[in-house]
């Protein structure tokens, strides 16, 4: 008599598009089948769609990870203002979440605030020659050569031979002869 239930449940089971879609009829307020949906779009490039999938999860669980993956979702639709905003809110929901804190100062970079990007960057703690390399890659992407050499020195000093810090330096320099800003 399990038979047939068992069949037709293992066709919610086919694949997780289906199986978060199920989870969402069954409770729609349901902050998992949200955020897995919503992380599912992003893998498809679907940007709107993840949207409006992690605004439904932060409404039913203001979890400072949800508020992290809706600000990189408006980040990557151009949002700035409201990515930063989301960033902000990751952070006054978990004032520890490194990743809120590295997204937030790439959204200052990018929303043309590099004073308050270096101020977010400067409060994550556990910092390491490539955690400045990383920074300092944010820097000169949006044309912050001598904020970006700057960090790249701080790398060095904590670890010379960092891999790949040779490389960065020299990219550094290559951008401020060539500014962008």
Not at 82 to 96: D, Y
Not at 136 to 145: C, K, P, T
Not at 170 to 181: C, D, F, G, L, W
């Amino acid at each position: 008599c399990l038979m047939p239930l068992t069949m037709m449940q293992t066709a919610y089971w086919r694949d997780a598009d289906t199986l978060w879609n199920r989870a969402l009829e069954l409770d729609p307020a349901n902050h998992k089948a949200h955020g897995n949906l919503s992380m599912l779009r992003v893998a498809e490039g679907d940007y709107e769609a993840a949207l409006a999938h992690q605004l439904e999860t932060v409404k039913t669980f203001p979890g400072s990870s949800y508020y992290d993956n809706l600000g990189v979702t408006y980040f990557r639709l151009g949002r700035i203002p409201e990515a930063i905003a989301t960033f902000q809110r990751a952070l006054q929901t978990g004032p520890s979440n490194v990743s809120a804190s590295f997204h937030l100062g790439v959204a200052y970079c990018a929303g043309n605030q590099p004073d308050e990007a270096e101020r977010t960057f400067d409060t994550i703690g556990g910092k390491t020659a490539g955690f400045y390399m990383s920074t300092a890659e944010v820097f000169l992407g949006y044309g912050y050569a001598d904020r970006a050499m700057k960090r790249l020195k701080e790398g060095k000093r904590m670890d010379p031979a960092h891999p790949g810090l040779a490389q960065a330096f020299e990219r550094a320099r290559t951008s401020k002869a060539n500014p962008v800003n």
